[in-house]
Each structure stands twice: as C-alpha cells, then as structure tokens.
C-alpha cells in the first residue's frame, strides 16, 4: 500500500506540494513553496536483529553531529552515497577529510550494545 493510499484510507488531512529536487534547506527556502508546519529532518535506526526501531525528529535549523562508535572510529567505512544502488568503501583519512571539509562536527562515543 502506498502512503496516498494509506492516508486516504486513514482519513489523514494531507496536502502535496510538488518541487525541484532540493539537497539542503538552503536550496529548500528557495525553490519550495510556502507550506504548513514545521520543516524537519529525520534520521530513521533500528538495531541489527531489527527489533528495536528509532525515529529521529529535529527541526531543520539544528545544527546536526555526526556521532562515530569507538568501534568503528579508525577503521576504513562503508558509506552510502544517497542512492541504494552504490556503496562507497571510504578510508579512515577520507572519512576525517569528508567531515572536515563538509563543516560537520563529530563526537567519538562508546555506543552502548543494549539500552540500560
């Protein structure tokens, strides 16, 4: 089923608003029309048996931290490059390199297995 189906169904109010293609929300204030409600991100995790499912909501303004296990620091990464036909295999240099030259902060955290 898809989302239109899936509202309309639900009786969920809707309003579509079609655009260019956009990648940043400076590019967003200026090709979108004005539209209701607030502007947000999402960042959808879930753990790796897929049991346990997160959503994360912030408005579109809040500067977002990339946030780095201390597993996975120091290694080379796979990365997705905005398309599920790709991977990218990036070296730990290339990683640093990324963050810096991209202006996104970062914090090194040991990321709990299980929530306590």
């Keep these: 089923m898809d989302i239109y189906t899936f509202l309309d169904r639900y009786r969920i109010a809707y309003e579509r608003f079609d655009h260019p293609a ?3 929300w400076e590019e967003a204030e200026k ?3 004005d539209m209701p409600g607030k502007s947000v991100k ?4 879930r753990d790796r048996d897929g ?3 997160f959503l994360v909501v912030v ?3 809040k500067s ?3 946030i780095l296990d201390e ?3 120091g290694q080379d990464l796979q990365c997705h490059p905005l398309v599920n036909t790709a991977t990218l295999a990036i070296p730990h240099e290339g990683i640093k390199k990324f963050l810096e030259a991209s202006g996104h902060t970062y914090k090194v955290l040991d990321v ?3 929530a306590e």
């Design 22 to 24: 956009v990648y940043t």
């Design 31 to 33: 090709l979108c029309p």
């Design 42 to 45: 999402n960042l959808f995790l």
């Design 51 to 53: 049991l346990r499912h």
């Design 59 to 61: 408005g579109y303004e």
């Design 64 to 66: 977002v931290e990339v």
């Design 71 to 73: 597993a996975v620091w």
């Design 112 to 114: 709990p297995t299980h």
